[in-house]
């Protein structure tokens, strides 16, 4: 039947965050060089969207206890992709927003999401 396990979710997760920065460093990159990004962004929060879902799914299968702090940080970034998606036309603007929003990502995976594997390593296999 298949490799599902705890580590298996948790090694599933580090692969989407490592696409989602790909994605980041992608769109930064279109950014600078005065590509059009609207095909990156509309990526990007597709992806983003199914990835967070598919963590708050495996935090309510594990009976995650912060899920409500994770889930509202998964929010914030959804409204932060959702206003670069508004900013297109703006490069410079553009340019900085994408910035802010890698440092927020990197954030979330060093906090919320590191927490989330740590609590997910000590559970049973």
Not at 10 to 24: N, Y
Not at 63 to 68: A, L, Q, R
Request: proline share 2%.
């Amino acid at each position: 039947m298949g490799d599902h396990s705890v580590a298996a979710d948790a090694r599933g997760i580090s692969r989407e965050h490592q696409v989602q920065i790909r994605l980041m460093q992608a769109l930064a990159q279109a950014v600078a060089q005065g590509d059009d990004i609207a095909p990156l962004l509309a990526e990007l929060s597709e992806y983003s969207r199914a990835h967070f879902l598919s963590e708050e799914l495996l935090m309510r299968l594990y009976d995650y206890p912060d899920y409500d702090t994770h889930v509202h940080d998964h929010e914030r970034m959804v409204e932060w992709i959702e206003a670069l998606e508004a900013r297109k036309e703006d490069c410079a603007a553009m340019a900085h927003a994408v910035q802010e929003l890698s440092a927020i990502f990197m954030r979330h995976i060093a906090s919320c999401d590191s927490n989330l594997h740590g609590f997910m390593s000590r559970l049973p296999s």
